[in-house]
């Protein structure tokens, strides 16, 4: 059969080592891993390197990812890391082991559901160090929630605690930041007169404690997703070394469907273009183009594509046509050539999510 495109070609082996190595990288401080779907848009061939490679946890967002992993055969605790809608609660006891929460309606809706599903639910209360997303920001507040689940919550486990860093308010998970959580948890340890079993330390991002050697010691759970998907954020924000991960998970290639000379400047009256904006044109002179078989839809933004070759400029995009500018690629393109290209967090999550992009296994 013919290969279709846009394509996304996923290296499953690739991807297992990731989840492997980073599993055993923080294995050895003492921190177990939940592995977040939702960057490939819970892919069940992704989801599954998730659980080979030594995940704890199988998490994601969005329930509908979390049911796919299960009817694929996926045995793992299923984590649902976005605060539940109220509406969604039944699915939650349903399709999950645990969730994330700060809402006390949202638990006490929680604590009912899995008393009619005979089920004891876990529960992560979310603690907001400052990104300000999710979670308490008053931790006495937190803490008397904490005591309720424990004292009046028959259907709920307390689990533990944890927070997010580094989504809405771009803050870092600092050495002390993260010893800020432990006290929270610590805290929260008194008032109910046990241990915690988990502190969740975050995301991608606190994997460079992990790196450094330098994560607070009860820190014992992190969430990764795109540190394991793409590794690039490490590499690219922080120039941190993560030569011992892959970074080829993901490979984008896109069919050539025009190529001609045209002016770089477009001609005539400029008005707006097919979203409503007037983009600078830079006039180059006449300059050789291609046109791609895929757009917007497909991916989000053309100014996130990562280009393999060298010489390629992204010109812009429509829905469904990419132009690219390739008077200095090194290859003489064709129509009906392929052009590769390397992706970020955001177009994964664009391109797994849209059914025109054909994903493929490698
Ligand atoms: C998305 C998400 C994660 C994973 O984030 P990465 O940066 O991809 O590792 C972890 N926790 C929560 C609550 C999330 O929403």
Redesign the pocket.
């Known amino acids: 059969m013919k290969e279709r495109y846009p394509r996304l070609e996923i290296n499953l082996a690739h991807l297992k080592h990731n989840v492997a190595r980073v599993v055993e990288r923080c294995g050895s401080c003492g921190i177990q891993v ?1 592995g ?1 779907i ?2 490939a848009t819970g892919d069940v061939e992704v989801a599954r390197q998730f659980a080979e490679g030594g995940a704890a946890f199988i ?1 994601s ?1 969005r329930l509908e990812q979390i049911e796919d992993a299960r009817n694929a055969g996926i045995e793992k605790k299923m984590m649902l ?2 605060i539940p809608m109220l509406s969604e609660v039944e699915d939650v006891v349903r399709l999950t082991e645990i969730s ?1 929460n700060s809402e006390m309606e949202v638990i006490r809706a929680l604590n009912e559901e899995a008393g009619k599903q005979g089920k004891i639910h876990e529960v992560i209360l979310m603690a907001d160090m400052g990104d300000l997303r ?1 979670g308490w920001w008053d931790k006495d507040e937190m803490a008397d929630a904490a005591a309720t689940i424990e004292k009046e919550m028959k259907h709920l486990h307390l689990a533990g605690i944890g927070t ?1 860093v ?2 809405y308010g771009s803050i870092l998970p600092t050495v002390e930041k993260l010893e800020e959580l432990v006290a929270v948890a610590e805290h929260i340890e008194k008032r109910i007169g046990r241990k915690l079993e988990y502190i969740s330390g ?4 606190s994997l460079l404690r992990v790196w450094d050697g330098n994560i607070p010691e009860r820190i014992n759970l992190l ?5 394991i ?1 793409l590794a690039r ?1 490490m590499d690219v924000f922080y120039h941190y070394d993560v030569s011992d991960l892959c970074q080829d998970n993901f490979r984008l290639k896109a069919e050539v469907i025009e190529v001609k000379n045209k002016p770089s400047h477009p001609v005539g009256e400029v008005g707006v273009d097919a979203f409503g904006h007037t983009p600078e044109y830079v006039d180059r002179g006449i300059r050789r183009r291609a046109l791609l078989a895929m757009g917007k839809v497909d991916y989000g933004d053309p100014a996130e594509l990562l280009p393999m070759e060298k010489g390629i400029d992204i010109l812009g995009a429509s829905s469904d046509h990419t132009i690219v500018d390739i008077e200095d690629a090194e290859k003489e393109y064709q129509v009906g050539d392929i052009m590769e290209f390397d992706v970020n ?1 955001a177009t994964l999550i664009y391109l797994t999510n849209c059914r025109n992009v054909h994903i493929a296994y490698v």
């Open positions: 939940a977040v939702k960057g998490a967002s890391i976005r994330l999710e997010n580094g989504c975050g995301a991608t991002s969430r990764v997703g795109e540190g998907l954020d967090y």
